[in-house]
């Protein structure tokens, strides 16, 4: 793995990418925010209007479906950001990235054993604690996305300010 | 580095994530074929479906890798490719969940089955295409017709494990008779690999890859395994003999993929160490 940094900016994580295709990575992580906001959107509805913490959510009921298809879609952003970030040089964003994906792969787990011990809050302790790792994950997840974010978008303001295409 | 040096690192690297993309699509073929044809009553607790799904998500997730990776080198093709290849799993993957809150619908397997088999179908060639298009520049037989013929055996093997999966949906002589025809195809797509390989090797116009005999002749005899015991399993019947036959379409696919990728250099640190001192 190659990092550089350019002289006079200790510290800088500007990575081996041009400006261009650090431009898209970025776009890709706003991608990643955008299947969030709807991920929570169909976990609320789920939520409040078909279990109503009573009733079981199938894992085929069509919002389930959309809700997993999301998470997926999130999972393969999150590790192709990590990816980006461990080839071409910016070790921050492959490492929140890679923790991310940690957070993403334990809160699935909860997801299934929340739906595997009755899919209701009111199904048992496990079906609950499966509801929280799940829910809490995926919020750490996004926060630790957003940091690896914020790394790209440093990167790339470094590079238009200093003038250069690549680094 | 040089702008062609930097081309040929990421074109390297691009290539050992492909190959990771391949070794997924194996492994989710396997457990898929086994899931299908032995486990009774699957659930998504059942352990074979949760293999099953963690290779499956694996291959879809690396595919989204490869693509992002191509559009960021700026190989077009390779993108739309993965792409297209990424969105279909994504929608492949919902007859799946749909599969598992009614895993005795008739309706509902086949159309689990079908469309997670064309996946496949669809990843084959697209991975062989990807590799093909990411490593050939770096070679230094640039005319080889080598990659081309895998290519073809490549999609032809796809298309008969698709018509396999049929062969539950559709009329069963019909079905059958397509499968059979395609799968002598991928052999003969298969042996023209082989006689390309020989004809190269043989007169050393594009440099004398020995390894992409060897890898096709084990791609051939993995296909006439196959097809042997699709005869047994025809004539004699029995399931065993279609999981075997299924398992080992995927050694096709391995050997075809390593015959684009070769020649593979089998070093491991120690043994190149090893190499290093003998040669001072």
């Known amino acids: ?167 | 580095m040089t702008d062609g040096q930097m081309e040929s690192l990421e074109g390297r690297r691009l290539g050992r994530v492909i190959l990771v993309q391949a070794a997924f699509l194996a492994a989710a073929y396997i457990a898929g074929t086994w899931l299908t044809l032995e486990v009774k009553g699957a659930m998504v607790t059942t352990p074979e479906v949760e293999a099953h799904g963690i290779l499956s998500a694996g291959f879809v997730a690396v595919t989204g890798v490869v693509a992002m990776l191509a559009l960021l080198q700026g190989r077009r093709k390779v993108f739309w490719v993965n792409f297209v290849t990424f969105v279909y799993l994504i929608l492949a993957g919902v007859t799946g969940f749909t599969f598992l809150g009614n895993t005795s619908d008739p309706t509902t397997i086949m159309v689990a089955n079908v469309s997670m088999m064309a996946g496949i179908g669809l990843g084959m060639p697209a991975t062989g295409y990807s590799l093909m298009s990411v490593w050939a520049p770096l070679r230094q037989d640039k005319g080889s017709l080598v990659p081309t013929a895998v290519y073809m055996a490549l999609g032809s093997l796809a298309l008969t494990v698709v018509a396999g999966t049929l062969v539950a949906g559709i009329t069963y002589s019909l079905a059958i008779s397509i499968h059979v025809g395609l799968g002598a195809m991928t052999v003969a797509t298969t042996l023209g690999v082989m006689v390309v390989s020989l004809m190269e090797a043989s007169d050393g116009s594009t440099g004398r890859n020995h390894q992409r005999i060897w890898l096709s002749l084990l791609g051939l005899g993995a296909a006439s395994i196959a097809a042997g015991d699709g005869v047994v399993a025809v004539t004699a019947g029995g399931i065993s003999y279609v999981v075997v036959m299924a398992e080992i379409t995927v050694l096709v696919y391995v050997f075809l993929m390593f015959t684009i990728a070769a020649p593979l250099r089998f070093q491991v640190p120690m043994v190149r160490m090893r190499m290093n001192r003998g040669s001072k």
């Open chain 1, 1 to 167: 793995m190659e990092t550089r940094a350019r002289p006079g900016l200790p510290g800088e994580e500007l990575g081996t990418l041009g400006l261009p295709a650090l431009k898209i990575t970025l776009l890709l992580c706003y991608a990643n925010f955008v299947t969030y906001l709807l991920l929570y959107f169909t976990g609320m509805y789920i939520n409040i209007y078909i279990t109503s913490g009573i009733n079981p959510v199938s894992i085929s009921d069509p919002t389930n479906i959309v809700h997993m298809v999301l998470s997926s879609v999130i999972f393969v952003i999150t590790l192709t950001v990590g990816v980006i970030g461990f080839l071409y040089g910016m070790k921050k964003v492959a490492l929140f990235s890679t923790a991310a994906l940690l957070c993403l792969i334990a809160a699935t787990v909860g997801g299934v054993l929340f739906l595997a011990t009755g899919g209701a809050r009111g199904s048992g302790v496990l079906t609950l604690a499966g509801g929280w790792i799940m829910s809490f994950l995926f919020m750490l997840a996004l926060f630790l996305s957003y940091y690896a974010t914020l790394k790209i978008m440093r990167a790339i303001r470094v590079i238009e300010a200093t003038g250069g295409e690549k680094p």
